[in-house]
């Protein structure tokens, strides 16, 4: 079965940027979508197909994906950004999720 | 406003069942995909099953596979998911999730999920 890859926790600096990778077998071929978690609440999308922002996301939160690495980034990272982030792929008719990566902003 | 309220969770006991339901506004419900997503007690995030827009075509992961059968009913913007047999294992929050219109792709609305908690 597909698995797809995250960093445990990343951390980053107040108003520095963040950078969430997703690896997995030739991701660079999947649509990848990315969703934001906080604590007690829904996941929120905030990427999907690879690098593109739903209506109410910040334009700090941009993706890319090629080869066998996604990766979410969060430029000039705030407070509110400190949550649970998890990358989604699609394979062979099941969707795949990423373990989530722990975002603290310092 | 696009709403999902999901219901019907609860305690149950291992080989029990449960049927959650997933209440469905604020959008043309017998055009989308829907999905149920379940997440364990401090862990990621877990897809479950899916359904297309008519209902005509299902799948699921291997771990409910033959437990659990997912449904919907267009008439009345509900999505079900009608677990049998459950385990300790199942035990987490199921949330109902809006997928596309046409095909896989990603979850764009969530509901605030439902806890099912497997216990003797």
């Known amino acids: 079965s597909y698995e797809l890859t995250q960093p445990l926790s990343v951390s980053v600096a107040l108003g520095q940027t963040a950078r969430i990778t997703c690896g997995g077998n030739?991701?660079?071929?999947?649509?990848v979508h990315w969703y934001q978690q906080k604590p007690g609440q829904a996941p929120v999308l905030v990427i999907y197909?690879?690098?593109n922002r739903p209506s109410g996301i910040p334009e700090r939160f941009s993706g890319s994906n090629s080869g066998n690495t996604a990766t979410l980034t969060i430029s000039r990272a705030q407070a509110g950004d400190e949550a649970d982030y998890y990358c989604?792929?699609?394979?062979?008719?099941?969707?795949?999720f990423g373990g989530g990566t722990k975002l603290t902003v310092l | 406003e696009v709403q999902l309220v999901e219901s019907g969770g609860g305690l149950v006991q291992p080989g029990g069942s449960l049927r959650l339901s997933c209440a469905a506004s604020?959008?043309?419900?017998?055009?989308?995909?829907m999905h149920w997503v379940r997440q364990a007690p401090g862990k990621g995030l877990v897809w479950v099953s899916r359904?297309?827009?008519?209902?005509?075509?299902?799948s699921y992961a291997d771990s409910v596979k033959g437990r659990f059968t997912i449904s919907r009913d267009n008439a009345k913007n509900t999505l079900y998911l009608q677990m049998n047999s459950l385990r300790a294992e199942d035990t987490a929050v199921y949330y109902c999730?809006?997928?596309?219109?046409?095909?896989?792709?990603?979850?764009?609305?969530w509901g605030q999920g439902t806890l099912v908690t497997v216990s003797s």
């Open positions: 197909r690879d690098s």
């Open positions: 030739n991701i660079g071929s999947k649509n």
């Open positions: 999730a809006r997928g596309e219109v046409v095909g896989a792709g990603h979850f764009d609305y």
């Open positions: 359904i297309n827009s008519d209902g005509s075509s299902t």
């Open positions: 604020g959008f043309t419900f017998s055009s989308y995909w």
């Open positions: 989604q792929v699609w394979d062979s008719s099941t969707a795949v």
